[in-house]
């Protein structure tokens, strides 16, 4: 049976892990790894988190029953209000179905499943952007899909290819299904204005396009839920039909919990009864039902006002972090006269910088500064802090001048 299977390509992060955690150099830093670290480089339990899983612990009743297929909807409601806004008129209008997930992948993984049943087009294909989060094209071709790629990034500038980008969404046949980062694209750090965003949302209503946003950094992003989900809101307002798979990994420090969600708005709220019972039917023979720590904890902290402001502290205090490390970086390299332009560190918003260095240098740094960042010169500025950035900078700052 198994004989003429050949090997996966390897995952390009899961292998820099394996690099970087073999390696014991006291110089060594890890800008691979996606995930929040204090400025001692440790992870970070929320303190938010830490309450409520208090609150839980002391429930006389806590027990680990199964959630519903849905999910629990002290989160699914709380996650809808979060993406939507509260006063949402697609909400007020019963027109979202949400559904609990594995996580931000999960979420990912039921739309794909469910749109390769239901999508506008029968043969449409589901188009990313070039690049993208490196989990995209897999998960949406294992679930069956032809994938393909529009512009995205200028990677002369680093900045947005916003012509590239409009005119390949133009070029695509109609009704096609199009994945945008809501907030912090991943790998790029790259956003577009909010004026962008309206002339990206002409094209695709132009076309009949079904937009499918991956949201997993919201409030992460600039530490404002409010502004990361300014165009999920705007799709919504102009009556788009949409998917939003909603991640609690980064924002609430989750990660291993797998706690997410999966939004899906139609035009008509008499939709919406088939629509959620298709959900359910794809959620029930894939995961049958969804995680119950973790969302219990997100629950909880959506759920209790007091709670959910000291959540929205505890992400200022990691993306005011990030920012900080941004601009500690940037002035590092200018200060060393580091061949280039590096206004880009500061202008790329949330987890990732898209430095521009190239494949030979991010060897370089591999090999010769202990310094460990994915192929494509992305970095973790989470992995940044004050204790290695000089030591980073100057780092690159020798690779860029070899
Ligand atoms: N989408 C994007 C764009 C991401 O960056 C990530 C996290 N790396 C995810 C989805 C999914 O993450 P998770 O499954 O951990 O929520």
Redesign the pocket.
């Known amino acids: 049976f198994f004989a003429a299977i050949p090997p996966a390509p390897a995952d390009g992060i899961l292998k820099l892990s394996v690099l970087s955690k073999a390696d014991a150099n006291p110089s060594k830093v890890d800008l691979g790894v996606?995930a929040y670290r204090t400025d001692d480089g440790q992870p970070w339990v929320l303190p938010v988190v830490q309450e409520a899983e208090r609150r839980l612990a002391s429930e006389p009743s806590a027990n680990h029953e199964y959630l519903a297929v849905g999910g629990l909807p002290a989160l699914t409601s709380g996650a809808q209000k979060l993406i939507f806004g509260a006063d949402s008129p697609a909400l007020a209008e019963g027109r979202v179905y949400t559904i609990q997930t594995?996580?931000?992948?999960?979420?990912?993984m039921v739309g794909a499943v469910f749109l390769k049943q239901f999508k506008p087009q029968r043969d449409a294909a589901i188009y990313i952007s070039r690049p993208?989060?490196g989990?995209?094209r897999s998960l949406f071709q294992t679930a069956g899909h032809e994938v393909r790629e529009y512009r995205y990034c200028n990677y002369e500038s680093l900045d947005l290819d916003i012509d590239g980008m409009l005119a390949d969404l133009r070029a695509a046949p109609p009704s096609q299904v199009v994945v945008l980062?809501a907030c912090a694209?991943?790998p790029t750090g790259i956003d577009p204005t909010e004026a962008q965003w309206e002339a990206i949302a002409d094209v695709m209503a132009e076309r009949g396009h079904l937009p499918f946003f991956?949201c997993?950094?919201q409030g992460f992003a600039t530490g404002d839920v409010d502004r990361d989900a300014f165009a999920i809101r705007l799709f919504a307002a102009r009556g788009f039909e949409l998917l939003v798979?909603e991640?609690?990994?980064?924002n609430m420090g989750l990660?291993g919990e797998?706690?997410?969600c999966l939004h899906v708005v139609v035009a008509n709220a008499e939709q919406l009864p088939a629509v959620s019972s298709q959900l359910n039917r794809v959620s029930r023979a894939t995961i049958s039902t969804a995680s119950a720590y973790g969302a219990k904890i997100a629950g909880t902290v959506l759920q209790d006002p007091a709670l959910y402001r000291e959540w929205l502290d505890n992400m200022q205090t990691m993306s005011a972090r990030i920012k900080a490390m941004r601009a500690a970086l940037r002035s590092r390299l200018e200060a060393l006269h580091t061949p280039g332009d590096w206004s880009h560190v500061t202008s790329q918003i949330g987890?990732f910088s898209f430095t521009g260095l190239s494949t030979t240098q991010v060897a370089a740094l591999r090999d010769q500064y202990h310094l460990y960042m994915t192929d494509d010169g992305r970095i973790s500025v989470a992995g940044l802090n004050s204790h290695n950035v000089d030591y980073v900078a100057r780092a690159i700052d020798a690779v860029v001048r070899a």
């Open positions: 996606g594995i996580s931000g992948t999960g979420a990912n993208t989060w989990n995209h980062h694209h991943n991956d997993a950094y798979a991640s609690f990994a980064k990660y797998r706690t997410g987890m």
